[in-house]
């Protein structure tokens, strides 16, 4: 992150929003806000362990697609589609470029029978309208020729492209400042009510920030906000992931040109590289609570499939590992906008579609928040849906 | 290491020897010599990227043992028969423990190719007069119940045991500290001669430090040591090893409660567990010239073995991941003593056994710097063995 936009407290007097989260959800909805002329305010500690900052980065849906999630898809869709436009207004905002790459993703199968897994999902994405394209193993080792032989064959998906978070990051904390939004560099204790309404919230040394609306985006520790009637946030499982940052020998393109995923005897793996030469390899899928320790058997999974994929990778550098915790929700879909709570909104359980839900998330919270009411296209992320349901 | 054995730039003035390097093997070196009165400094900078701060600390000269290597066993069987009365020399010297344990190793075979390896060395253990103890695949794991039930039986060495090499660094500074050996936080640039015989030598910041005797004990950097005939330091390969560093949770004993070595269809692996519950997993053996990064291959090819050793690993946290050059000398054994160059010293080439050699090695570096002579159980590893060889 650079120092321009590093977390600084700025002078905050009565303002109409608070955001408690500085990873990408909250940002974004603190930037579309503070666009739409609202006063805003940001908690967050100085150093969040945000997904955000973990993330690989995939804006994915056509090969993200997988039976029984197309509402997320659809959305994970307007997402996409809608980045372009959402980056052409964060540069007129700051300087930051996003580190986004419209190379489109590979997607390839190890073994005969992730072959027929990868076929299978054919129709469902034809059904959803994303544009694929079938490739022969010689075909799949034209576009990346650092693929291993044995790959079966895969799908070409060219819309589907990606970004880097930590630069997404930097860049909407930086079109924030230039828009005059407040960085408090605290936790959120508590949300204050009176009379059932959103009065403000306290922050963890004590210090009360009043304002009428208050927007929970902290992925998973926005459970442990209080202050609220029971089941107002519902419980946001941790699920975590642990990954790799390689390096590229100074001088060398990364070993993949675009976002390679592959399926590996069953198991899910990509790599995606980055501008600078970086690759992210990635990632474990584990429920462990709040763990966040590296482990053996996390990384050696992670290692294993992206060396029969990419035998190549043997020889790069391992240049940092990365353990990030996503926010499931209980049916593992956004929560997004006005609760039972007047004035209290939730952006939170992106789960594994933070990044690719960012853009649609800022347009969905900004309308949230200036109208009370979600765009037709995420009623179904209503916020309010599990309210009443046991935590 | 801890904030009392750190480097400091001690009074010196004139000492009698000058050692290059603050490795295991430095470190031995300058203390028997200050414990015998001569005056010594030792020339290191600040944080020296040694051998001695990465190895696993195994002193298993019977599971060690391989054809061709008798002479270096022997020296390493001298050296490990004196370890429990150099640990208590050191102990009158200083109060930091160097973690030594001492549960022995069992060595254990993961197929009947890797069972009949095992088989072969033992005439060669008998010749050497090691004592060993043949285990079926159930004893072994009545020893070490983590072993995955696939291991076909192993060898136990109740004489092999474990030192933790960075305590054993911080012990033996604190010891040397204790004798007034002075440390110059600098590198050698070069040894200063005058009519063939050594004068001191030079630093890297220019300053000239005048010394009777100078032992050079840098490890792989030592051959870049100038001023002296070509010859006079053979070339030190640099042989790269990476290792994990596993952490136990809190409360738990380690996963192993000995050293456990593995030969996984062909391929070495070692666990070394530690008092405080730490578990060194390693290590690779590359030659890659200078070249200190971590990679996939390594990682990956560690954490395989490990696993299918000991599957319980997987679960356990990486606290650390560490790579060293170990020096190899062109036949693989140590350069101890006088050279041709009169009042120059080698302490170096020690590859593998740096940690196993330590104490011997202080006792032939000791008597060298006495009598200008070796005594007959070190006499093979004369520093001038290669002189006039073509570096």
Redesign the interface.
Known sequence: MDHESSPRRTSLTAPDVVVAGAGLIGLVTAWRAARLGLRVGVVSPEEPGTASGVAAGMLAPATEATFGEEPLMRFGITSRDRYPSFLNELAEDTDVSPGYRTKGTLQVAFDTDDMAVLTELRDLRDRLGLRTERLTSRECRRLEPALAPSVRGGILAPDDHSVDPRRLTAALRSACLRHGVAFIPERVAEVVLADGTVRGVRLTDGTTVPAGQVVLAAGTWTSQIGGLPTGTVPVLRPVKGQL?R?RTPTGEDPIVSRTVRGLVRGSPVYLVPRDDGEVI?GATQEEMGHDT?????G??EV??D??ELVPG??????AE?CVGLRPGSPDNEPLLGPTGVAGLHLAVGHFRHGVLFTPATGDVMAQALTTGSLPEYARRFDAARHFGATA
Chains 1, 2 share one sequence.
Do not use: F, N, Q, S
């Not at 320790?293 to 058997?297: D, E, H, M, N, S």
């Open positions: 790799l390689l390899v320790r590296l482990t053996v058997g990384v050696w290692l294993r992206a060396r990778v043997a020889e790069l550098e391992i590992t």
